[in-house]
């Protein structure tokens, strides 16, 4: 059983809604993601997905967006991105980590050294934005071979049958974007998402997380009562975009940020409403 399966099982014997902060590696400068990484976990993150800078984050909104310019300004590359992780490692082998990017920076290399040096590094998965399931039986086996998880995006459009292609290729989670559109873009139509895990559900055991549009401990409560888990980004990249230029007080501000969410999905767990 992989970090994130193991993690996101024991949510679940407990009744909880895993919290999964995203934030973009070498924003706003390579030497602070570590100790952001950190504050994450001290704010309550269960996973963490840390961004790969890419120059066309075809997905992503303007916050974003910018984020990445900030970091390619620094020449934050996928490997600066894996060493970021072997660092953080050395103060935390418990909280899983994906990193979430796009195709171009892998291939540049090749598949295998990527993977070889993400798991060397203490990374546990990869969601690539832009690998599209038809290309995945050509990835996914040997991805799981360095023993990566394998974690796809599932949108409001997707149909039954992509699901199952999806599902029958992924790993570890799937990530299910909760609107037509790019990251901090809309607002959540909660009745869509639930009827859409719903169907999601038919097809899978896989746990699902909900990204797209959490904006506040309110949002994340409204999905983190339908969803196995919460993932928030724009919401955390705004603020670094916001402070970035006193880098000092991002760890504190992240964190009380990110905690207000983790007592929000925690006041819905069982024991909480008992």
Not at 18 to 39: E, F, K, N, S
Not at 79 to 94: G, H, I, L, Q, Y
Request: proline share 5%; hydrophobic share 45%; with cysteine.
């Amino acid at each position: 059983m992989s970090r994130i399966e193991s993690t996101l099982a024991a949510l679940k014997a407990a009744g909880r809604t895993a919290l999964i902060p995203y934030i973009t590696a070498g924003d706003p400068h390579p030497r602070h993601t570590v100790g952001l990484m950190q504050a994450l976990v001290a704010g309550g993150a269960d996973i963490i997905e840390l961004g790969v800078p890419f120059s066309d984050p075809m997905a992503d909104g303007p916050t974003i967006q910018l984020a990445c310019e900030r970091a390619l300004i620094h020449q934050t590359s996928l490997w600066n991105c894996c060493a970021m992780v072997a660092e953080f490692r050395k103060t935390d082998s418990r909280t899983p980590v994906v990193l979430m990017g796009y195709l171009n920076p892998i291939e540049t290399r090749s598949l295998e050294a990527f993977c070889s040096l993400a798991k060397a590094s203490g990374v546990d998965g990869v969601l690539i934005v832009d690998l599209a399931v038809e290309e995945a039986p050509e990835f996914a086996p040997k991805v799981r071979s360095f023993g990566l998880d394998l974690i796809f995006l599932l949108a409001p459009t997707s149909s039954d049958a992509r699901i199952e292609a999806i599902v029958h290729e992924a790993s570890g989670y799937l990530y299910y974007v909760s609107l037509k559109g790019v990251t901090g873009a809309a607002s959540l139509d909660i009745d869509s998402v639930s009827s859409k895990l719903e169907q999601i559900r038919r097809h899978t055991r896989l746990p699902v997380a909900v990204g797209f549009g959490i904006r506040d401990a309110a949002s994340a409560a409204l999905v983190g009562a339908v969803a196995d888990g919460v993932v928030v980004g724009s919401a955390l990249v705004s603020q670094i975009e916001k402070h970035q230029n006193s880098p000092e007080l991002l760890p504190g501000l992240l964190r009380a940020q990110l905690a207000e969410m983790r007592a929000a999905l925690d006041a819905l767990a069982p024991a909480a409403v008992a």
